[in-house]
């Protein structure tokens, strides 16, 4: 092979590779660009409340806490005092069985004004504690919890101290004792929370919003005094633990 | 290279026609000229077209960054609506919030003052039965306390001429008078338990 002939050669082979290197070259030239989309807006489904949520949702501004608890005015025979209650369903009321005691009517107001027709009240002899059956449809109810609560754990009362305003009293659960007034049998639940005649038949609430207890009075130490919820919850349970109550 | 001082020679080419006159190879040179215009036309087209198309990418970017720029400033003047309606609505939703909270808390004071009012009147009911059943009493004391002065009156009468009537009937009338007597007592003392309560 002859020196020119190797040079064509080479000529030829740096054609082709430049043509080669040229088209390769085009692989890395820039596409075209795409259409620009009309929305490019993702479309997000509007947030929805689940069930358990909607239920919680008030529909005038008070909350669960405050609609399920009642005033109850005792009308005696020549006598008057008030006391506080709670719904535990849509027609029944727990609350002191010294609220309804000598009594000729009960009157029963709700959170809002609301005059409630109390159809039966039946009383405890175990424990100072009373159920009150209304005609009418109590607006909100609340949920026993299931266990008495521990020490230090937060409760929260809510009630009509002195017959005056509903009023929402936040303290902690300092232990248990005897009963000191002897009204039940077992032992009762002290906390801080302030409470006044008038408070007897408030609900105590754990965090939760489920109720821990009653309170049915106050010590000479502002302290209050709880019936205890598995006091409730075994009264509850046993159909002839509340006998009716006599009108005065 | 010629050793210095020879006469040079041309040297036998490649392009001297063969024996057999047959056509001969063009010269190598001129191919690799031919070539090398054939590659560098390919590469001038090649360039060229790469060209145009690097202008029509050029351009249909450009084009592309612009539509994209309008669609931006459409979307970010939505967002600048956007803002400005939550903004407004977070105002709205305050004061709507305020309202409720006022609307409540004046509700629990109109609850409170009707059952304020109701245990008032509960209780004027009471105190008008009480003043009632006072009334009464002491209307029954006065009609029984009454009935015993005047029954006393005439026992005294009698008394003063008790020869004139059977000595049984005067005993009797002063059982009676005693009676009468001790009713009003019992009802002055019911009336006083009223009034002590």
């Not at chain 1, 009963?179 to 302030?194: C, F, K, Q, R, S």
């Not at chain 1, 038949?201 to 019936?227: F, P, Q």
């Not at chain 2, 041309?10 to 190598?28: C, E």
């Not at chain 2, 001129?30 to 060229?48: M, P």
Request: charge should be negative.
């Amino acid at each position: 092979m002859t020196r020119r002939s190797r040079r064509n050669r080479g000529a030829g082979v740096g054609a082709v590779t430049a043509l080669a290197a040229s088209l390769a070259a085009c692989a890395a030239l820039p596409p075209m660009p795409p259409a620009v989309p009309d929305d490019i807006v993702p479309s997000i489904a509007a947030p929805t409340l689940a069930a358990d949520d909607e239920e919680r949702l008030s529909p005038d501004g008070f909350d669960a806490v405050q609609r399920m608890a009642v005033r109850i005015r005792n009308v005696g025979c020549g006598n008057l005092s008030t006391g506080s209650g709670f719904a535990v369903d849509s027609h029944t009321l727990i609350t002191n069985r010294h609220v309804v005691a000598e009594s000729e009517t009960l009157q029963v107001s709700t959170y809002d004004g609301r005059d409630i027709d109390v159809a039966t009240t039946g009383a405890a002899a175990l424990a100072d504690l009373a159920v009150v059956r209304t005609r009418d449809a109590l607006p909100s109810s609340a949920a026993l919890s299931g266990a008495d609560p521990e020490q230090g754990e937060e409760v929260t009362v809510v009630g009509y101290p002195s017959g005056g305003e509903l009023t929402v009293t936040v303290g902690r659960v300092i232990g248990t004792t005897t009963d000191p007034l002897h009204e039940n049998l077992g032992e009762v639940l002290v906390t801080d929370a302030a409470v006044e005649p008038g408070s007897s038949g408030s609900a105590a609430l754990d965090s939760d919003g489920e109720v821990i207890g009653v309170v049915y009075a106050k010590t000479g130490d502002d302290r209050s005094l709880l019936v205890p919820q598995s006091t409730l919850n075994e009264l509850l349970a046993d159909d002839d633990s509340f006998a009716e109550v006599d009108p005065c | 290279m010629t050793a210095p001082g020879s006469p040079w020679e041309p040297t036998t080419t490649s392009a001297v026609p063969p024996a057999d006159g047959t056509t001969t190879a063009p010269p190598a040179r001129g191919r690799a000229a031919r070539i090398t215009a054939v590659v560098l036309a390919v590469l001038l087209i090649g360039a060229l077209a790469t060209g145009g198309y690097l202008w029509q990418t050029t351009s249909a970017w450009q084009q592309h960054a612009a539509d994209w720029e309008t669609e931006a400033q459409g979307y970010a003047e939505q967002v600048a609506t956007l803002r400005g309606e939550l903004e407004a609505t977070r105002a709205e939703l305050d004061a709507t919030t305020e309202q409720l909270d006022t609307a409540t808390a004046r509700i629990t004071e109109l609850a409170d003052e009707k059952a304020q009012l109701g245990d008032e009147n509960v209780a004027s009911r009471q105190y008008l039965d009480y003043q009632r059943r006072v009334s009464e009493a002491a209307g029954v004391v006065a009609t029984a306390l009454g009935q015993c002065t005047a029954a006393q009156s005439q026992l005294i009468g009698y008394l003063n001429n008790r020869e004139a009537y059977d000595q049984a009937d005067l005993e009797r009338f002063a059982a009676d008078v005693e009676g009468l007597c001790d009713e009003a007592n019992e009802a002055n003392e019911q009336l006083q338990s009223e009034l002590a309560q």
